[in-house]
């Protein structure tokens, strides 16, 4: 026989090597382990490489069939939302315009729905669910919309929501010290019991109260990101429709 690792010849009955020494049983279970991980490994390549290839069909999915209309409605739409976005964007959230904006008032149902689905984890949460609340809503349309739908436009749409969400807080967390906004009900943090001020009171219980202003400047360039991160999205959505719309044009 051939030792499997020198291929140095010798007798059939040797349990050990008398060239390099290694013993046979024990070379051949390290050999076949090495064997079975690397098929492991390639079986689990295969499988995120056929999960990638869904998520990346499921995010950019365009309908072959390309309705006009609905094409044009879509452009109309997706330059509302761009104009409004960059009005988000270039407002510093000080002047809270995005408290004084529409989407405030879209928002505000979830982020009270949010205090109610939380309380039963207590008072922090019960706080901190508004925000969550709010935030998650959104995110929970984009799966729909990418998972069931598969209307990638429409889920874009629902990123620049989500983003719009995070600049909607900024001005909130911001007031944790000065207290000064108009909160539901008329009052401030100021006049309202402690604890009626959301982030007053998430801050101050975790003892971040004097980063109020660092973590509402990241919600608002978080947001920010989420917002241009959109605009590409839908933007290369419409690119394929419009692609494919030429394309139906020429054949007929």
């Known amino acids: 026989m051939k030792c499997p690792k020198c291929n140095f010849e010798q007798a059939d009955q040797n349990t050990e090597c008398a060239g390099c020494g290694i013993i046979f049983e024990k070379y051949r279970k390290y050999r076949s382990a090495i064997s079975d991980s690397k098929t492991a490994d390639t079986k689990n390549n ?137 909160l539901l009900g008329g009052n401030t943090g100021r006049t309202s019991p402690y604890g009626f001020h959301d982030w007053e009171f998430i801050l101050k219980e975790s003892g971040l109260i004097r980063y109020d202003h660092v973590l509402a400047n990241f919600s608002y360039k978080f947001g920010t990101i989420l917002m241009i991160i959109s605009f590409l999205w839908g933007g290369y959505i419409l690119f394929k429709y419009c692609r494919n719309l030429i394309r139906k044009t020429k054949k007929d």
């Open 46 to 182: 295969q499988e995120n490489d056929r999960i990638g290839a869904w998520m990346v069909n499921a995010l950019f999915y365009v309908k072959p069939d390309v309705n006009l209309l609905t094409f044009g409605i879509r452009v109309l739409f997706f330059l509302v939302i761009l104009i409004w976005g960059l009005k988000f964007i270039f407002t510093p959230l000080e002047t809270n315009y995005t408290g004084q904006s529409i989407w405030h008032l879209i928002n505000l149902p979830f982020h009270e729905a949010g205090h109610i689905i939380f309380r039963p984890l207590g008072s922090f949460m019960t706080s901190l669910g508004g925000s969550l609340t709010q935030v998650l809503m959104p995110l929970i349309c984009m799966a729909t919309f990418v998972i069931k739908s598969r209307d990638g436009f429409a889920a874009s749409f629902a990123l620049w929501w989500t983003g719009e969400n995070f600049m909607d807080l900024a001005p909130y967390i911001n007031d944790a010290r000065s207290l000064s906004l108009p």
